[in-house]
């Protein structure tokens, strides 16, 4: 059995180097079960001191060691890609950015937006990535979510909106309000494993009702039904909240922003939510190729399993087996044992080995659908070919180039 696309998400964790990247990285492998045993990691600034620099490295090891990390929240397959957080724009970023359809951007509660988040953001437009915001680092002193949702809008031109308030704020953080459920959520334990969900305390209803107003206000402009229940006073349904925040996150007209503190445990698991919510599912994205053999054609590559295949090799990498070609398929299912060519020299070549990439093993699987993103061993390729069936007119596929754009199915 090939995975459930539309419960497949393949989103990059964007951020400016130092704000917690890696950490929430770790937490989100941790929440999806597949680190078992979390450690304090020992910050620069010298909180947490329970992990050793082995411990730390073999942890950090199994965060970035792969260029695709697949877990599972709730029932859904995410694939991490990991997005070089380079400065530069080179041809390793943007191949990452290509098979991305969404992204997570982190942001440092205190240092807000950095001229790295606006490279980073520029980057993220530049391929139509729809975005929901992190802000971590809440716990630390000076911490100020609300802002840097303001700085979004002035600095990156962003239509941000806060769908949290904070419970507690610096070291004093204890959870957030949710502002679709009018609920609040605390995050128990050293592990934040164990959520709590209660009534708003008394001293943050006005805050919570002014900020649930103003959020309304943003995400009504996307649908009439929601000003009207605004209009008239009436209950607006949840799903319908979540509906038009969905569609307009994937058009990115707008960044729901969300707080926590990756460090603490705090938020991470919301934030999760969120990207099963609202970032698109493989088939929510209109992926287009352009046909170089055919004056630049657009040639659309739907995620439609019956198809012929294509695929992208974004990401070479020497592993401890050898090399792994890692692939964003983008149309039909490849196949293990089935015949593919690399449409750069002609060359026909056998599909062996196939794996999805979890953080500490590696999955074989016989068949790739589209939308998912696998690796390939023993595969003589350069990053940045393509592949597809040999069915298909050689002439028509000849490099393509996969150009996401997006659009709602
Ligand atoms: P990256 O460079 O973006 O991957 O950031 P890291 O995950 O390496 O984190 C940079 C530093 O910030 C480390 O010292 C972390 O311990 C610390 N850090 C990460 N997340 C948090 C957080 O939520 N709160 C606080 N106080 N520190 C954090």
């Given amino acids: 059995m090939s995975a459930d696309i539309t419960k497949m998400r393949n989103i990059g964790i964007s951020a400016h180097i130092d704000s917690g990247k890696t950490t929430l990285t770790e937490r989100i492998l941790f929440y999806c079960q597949k680190i078992h045993a979390i450690h304090e990691v020992r910050g620069k600034d010298g909180v947490g001191a329970t992990m050793d620099s ?33 400065v530069d724009f080179t041809i390793e970023v943007e191949r990452a950015l ?30 139509g990535v729809p975005r929901i915001a992190f802000v971590n680092k809440s716990d630390r002193t000076g911490a100020n979510p609300y802002k840097v949702c303001d700085q979004l809008r002035e600095k990156l031109n962003l239509n941000s909106v806060m769908m949290q308030v904070p419970i507690g704020l610096e070291e004093k953080l204890e959870g957030v309000i949710d502002l679709v459920r009018m609920k609040a959520i605390y995050f128990d334990g050293h592990d934040g494993e164990s959520i709590r969900i209660e009534e708003i305390p008394e001293a943050l209803k006005a805050e919570a009702d002014e900020r649930r107003e103003m959020m309304l206000d943003a995400v009504s402009m996307f649908n009439e039904e929601i000003m009207e229940h605004m209009m008239e006073e009436t209950e607006i349904p949840e799903e319908l909240l979540h509906e038009t925040i969905r569609k307009a996150v994937i058009a990115q007209d707008l960044v729901p922003v969300y707080l926590g503190s990756a460090y603490k445990n705090k938020g991470v698991q919301e934030m999760m939510d969120a990207v099963l919510r609202y970032l698109p599912a493989p088939p929510d994205v209109e992926n287009k190729a352009l046909d170089l053999d055919n004056d630049e054609a657009e040639v659309v590559l739907p995620s439609d399993r019956s198809k012929p295949p294509v695929a992208l090799a974004f990401k070479l990498e020497d592993g401890q087996y050898g090399q792994l070609t890692y692939i964003r398929v983008y149309q039909g299912i490849v196949k293990k044992g089935s015949e593919l060519i690399n449409v750069r020299n002609g060359r026909k070549f056998k599909v062996g080995r196939l794996v999805r990439m979890h953080s500490n093993n590696m999955e074989d699987i016989v068949e790739a659908p589209a939308g998912d993103i696998v690796a390939l061993f023993g595969i003589e390729c350069a990053s940045g070919d393509t592949f597809c069936s040999p069915d298909l007119n050689l002439s028509m596929t000849s490099m393509f180039v996969p150009n996401a754009v997006i659009s709602l199915s």
């Fill in 54 to 86: 082995m411990e730390l490295e073999r942890e950090r090891g199994i965060t970035i060691a792969s260029a695709a990390t697949n877990v599972n929240w709730k029932g859904h397959d995410i694939n991490i890609i990991d997005t070089p957080g380079h």
């Fill in 98 to 127: 290509r098979v991305l359809d969404g992204a997570v951007l982190v942001l440092c509660s205190v240092g807000g937006v950095q001229s790295q988040s606006i490279t980073v953001d520029r980057q993220l437009k530049r391929y």
